[in-house]
């Protein structure tokens, strides 16, 4: 038997997360690669919404405000 070595490759920073003066969460990260990113959330980490999607060239920077507030919810930025 082989075994295989998965490493992902880092495609966005985290440059802040928290809540704003509205108590509305924030997240805000930069692209370090030009692509599509999606902003997906879950209530369980099983069941997926996308929240919000946008094209990116390097370096640029998102800040994404839920504005849902409510339940505690998960956060994730992927390229599809």
């Known amino acids: 038997a082989r ?10 920073q985290i440059l802040q997360s928290g ?4 108590n ?3 997240l805000t990260f930069q692209a370090l690669d030009p692509g599509t990113y999606l902003l997906r959330s879950s209530p369980n980490l099983v069941d997926w919404e ?4 946008w094209q990116l060239a ?7 405000e839920d504005a ?13």
Do not use: W
Not at 3 to 12: D, I, Q, R
Not at 68 to 80: A, D, T, V, Y
């Open 3 to 12: 075994a295989l070595k998965f490493e992902p490759v880092n495609s966005v």
């Open 19 to 22: 809540f704003n003066p509205a």
């Open 24 to 26: 509305h969460f924030e």
């Open 50 to 53: 996308v929240e919000a999607t």
């Open 58 to 64: 390097a370096q640029d920077t998102r800040t994404f």
């Open 68 to 80: 849902k507030g409510g339940s505690r919810r998960f956060f994730r930025i992927e390229e599809p």
